[in-house]
């Protein structure tokens, strides 16, 4: 018999086993982990074991850790809910069991363990509630066998058994809701959010569901419609901590900071060893410009969850913050963990990378870097022929004849300031002078346009094509619809606003289509220094082409023919910004960039670093100090392994400048 089928027969007879004789499940799991000490299923089994045999702390030693490892785990939250209901440990039971509930909503024996812990403390509401939810699980348990393929990645057999279970009951609810998950975990978030909204027309009080959409809208940077559903929930679950959790989110996306950090500090000290919300609260303080309670915030999170990567990189990102040995040991510990996740692992290489580079200790810096690297690039595999392809294909469509024959087409707005770039080039720098100008309203990185440029890309048969088939009036709904999309992140009556999305820069074309009087103003680094300072930033979604010092290299290449196309096709309409010159000739370039933007000059805007409002970038603690140029050519000190990138860019990555020792 193969080893896999071995140790599921184990895995089986110990699950078998539990309901009559817990110490006999328990027993075996010990020798299971015996021999595969970091098995998922195995440490479940046990922390179930120990819950059955009315053993709550061994329980938590068990599950707790398991849960730093795998936070997706369903069951293992389940698990861990009871063994804190047994401890008396009533909101932090409520709260493990409501993230078993959000994880897989047909888990009917968590809906029901809630239930009866809200009877038992009196909270008969919630307890209708929760009883309401285990009816809904109950009510097809075929299904279950669907939910389980969806835990267990097979998601081809998934789909096969939800598309034959509609045919024979078409719009059942709980399997539109199974399949929005699916689509959920490929991307296809708009089909998630449609297929949530069927679902909830039909059962209002799908409460699992409502969540789901929520983060669904959340996803598309629909941020006001989600916080719709988000507060919709909560009026009927109103002690709902992952509905909470979100809400702040939400609210911290919309730029209402203040509103978020009031949802979290309680919802943080309510719940101990909610490490995630500390995490959360940490990074909406290091925006809002409190650097300090940031830093404690995190600090309580790694604390808390030292696997938890997140946090570490939130502290590293914090760029003037220092590890300690004490940080490093700490980290290191977490990496030589066969059973940490690759989710937190990446986190953690980025962040000892960042403090192996405050040291000096450049080759242990860069072996971190390479690392998190290539555990992203295991995550999120990029195709860098792809990518040139497409570009040279924009360079087909959009010629000069092309921009002439649909002049005049799209909004007469002039509200926008498109601020594009590769990441980690200065667009903040030049998003925070323009926000200095009364006259100009700071904003973030508004994924509107990549949200409409996405709707388009599937209409076929390739983005560039779909752009090229849009007539007049529509580009013209499209510009309005990115207007009104964008008043949801507008704090002030300022005639114009930022919108600094770095890959905007592909969508040059959409806007000079939709939004003509638009500004779009190009910042660009020195391909080395940008290149290096790309591949060692985490970024915790998209940009895939910055996992891989040739990928970058090939992706900056094709960035600037795309640019010079666009200077051709289009005279004088992106202005260019070299972040170099900036820093060597800042009033100069202060000048230049404002008469672009139709502004008279202001004096504030070259004291940028007394800007109060928050910034949402990786460069938020930067652009609050005055100019320096210590990060101009730091990437000299990594020279002799970027090779890869220096050779896609083609040039040869030699040191320019002499350092002290």
Excluded at 42 to 52: F, K, S, T, V, Y
Excluded at 354 to 374: I, L, M, P, V
Excluded at 585 to 614: I, M, W
Aim: glycine share 6%; net charge negative.
């Amino acid at each position: 018999m193969p080893q896999d089928d071995i140790i599921e027969d184990a895995l089986a007879q110990v699950a078998r086993l539990l309901p009559s004789d817990p110490a006999q499940a328990r027993a075996q799991a010990l020798g299971i982990l015996a021999a595969y000490p970091a098995h998922p299923f195995a440490r479940l089994l046990l922390g179930a074991a120990h819950n059955r045999s009315g053993d709550e702390r061994s329980a938590l030693s068990v599950l707790e850790p398991l849960l730093e490892t795998h936070p997706g785990f369903a069951e293992a939250h389940y698990e861990l809910g009871v063994a804190l209901g047994m401890a008396e440990r009533y909101d932090e039971a409520v709260d493990a069991l409501q993230t078993a509930t959000g994880l897989k909503p047909e888990l009917a024996q968590a809906w029901r363990t809630l239930a009866e812990l809200h009877a038992r403390h009196g909270n008969v509401r919630a307890a209708a509630l929760a009883t309401s939810q285990t009816q809904y699980c109950l009510r097809d348990p075929p299904l279950l066998r669907t939910s389980e393929a969806i835990s267990d990645g097979k998601f081809p057999e998934a789909e096969a058994l939800l598309r034959e279970h509609l045919r024979r009951k078409p719009g059942d609810p709980l399997a539109l809701h199974l399949m929005a998950r699916l689509a959920s975990e490929a991307n296809a978030h708009e089909d998630a959010a449609r297929l949530l909204q069927q679902c909830l027309r039909q059962m209002p009080g799908f409460l699992a569901a409502r969540f789901d959409l929520a983060s669904a809208l959340q996803q598309l940077k629909m941020s006001r419609e989600a916080l719709i559903e988000a507060d919709t929930l909560l009026r009927e679950d109103p002690d709902n901590a992952a509905a909470r959790l979100l809400k702040a989110e939400l609210l911290h996306d919309l730029g209402d900071h203040d509103a978020a950090i009031a949802l979290l500090e309680p919802l943080a000290r309510q719940r101990e060893g909610r490490s995630r919300v500390w995490r959360t609260l940490g990074n909406v303080l290091k925006y809002a410009g409190r650097h300090d309670e940031a830093v404690q915030a995190l600090r309580t999170a790694v604390a808390q969850s030292p696997g938890l990567g997140e946090a570490w990189w939130e502290l590293a990102n914090l760029k003037t913050h220092r590890f300690d040995d004490a940080d490093i040991a700490a980290m290191d510990t977490q990496l030589q963990r066969a059973t940490l996740d690759d989710k937190q692992r990446a986190p953690i290489e980025f962040s000892l990378g960042k403090a192996f580079e405050d040291r000096g200790d450049y080759a242990k810096s860069f072996h971190h870097y390479a690392q998190g690297n290539a555990v992203r690039r295991r995550q999120r595999p990029h195709d860098a022929a792809a990518d040139t392809a497409n570009m040279q294909h924009a360079k087909q469509v959009y010629t000069p004849e092309f921009f002439r024959a649909r002049s005049g087409w799209g909004s007469t707005a002039r509200d926008p300031i498109f601020i594009v770039s590769l990441p980690r080039s200065g667009s903040t720098l030049v998003e925070q002078i323009l926000a200095c100008h009364s006259q100009v309203e700071g904003t973030t990185e508004l994924a509107t346009m990549g949200a409409i440029a996405h709707r388009l890309a599937n209409r076929g048969p390739s983005y560039h094509d779909a752009v090229a088939a849009l007539g007049a009036d529509e580009c013209r709904r499209i510009g309005e619809h990115y207007l009104e999309r964008a008043r949801d992140y507008r704090r002030t009556d300022a005639p114009l606003f930022t919108d600094k999305m770095p890959s905007n820069l592909a969508h040059v074309a959409l806007i000079q289509l939709t939004l003509p009087n638009a500004k779009i103003i190009d910042v660009r680094r020195d391909p080395m220094a940008c290149g290096f300072s790309v591949f060692k930033q985490w970024f915790a979604n998209g940009a895939a082409f910055s996992y891989d010092l040739a990928d970058i290299g090939h992706y900056y290449r094709d960035y600037v023919e795309l640019m010079t196309h666009f200077d051709a096709a289009l005279p004088g309409r992106v202005h260019h910004v070299s972040y170099e010159t900036l820093i060597d000739d800042f009033e100069s370039e202060v000048h230049r960039l404002l008469d672009y933007c139709g502004l008279p000059f202001e004096p504030q805007c070259l004291d940028f670093h007394k800007n109060t409002r928050a910034v949402r970038t990786a460069s938020a603690e930067q652009v609050r100090k005055p100019l320096y140029r210590d990060a101009l050519n730091q990437w000299e000190h990594y020279a002799e392994w970027l090779g890869p990138l220096g050779a896609a860019l083609e040039i040869t990555p030699t040191i320019a400048h002499s350092h002290p020792p």
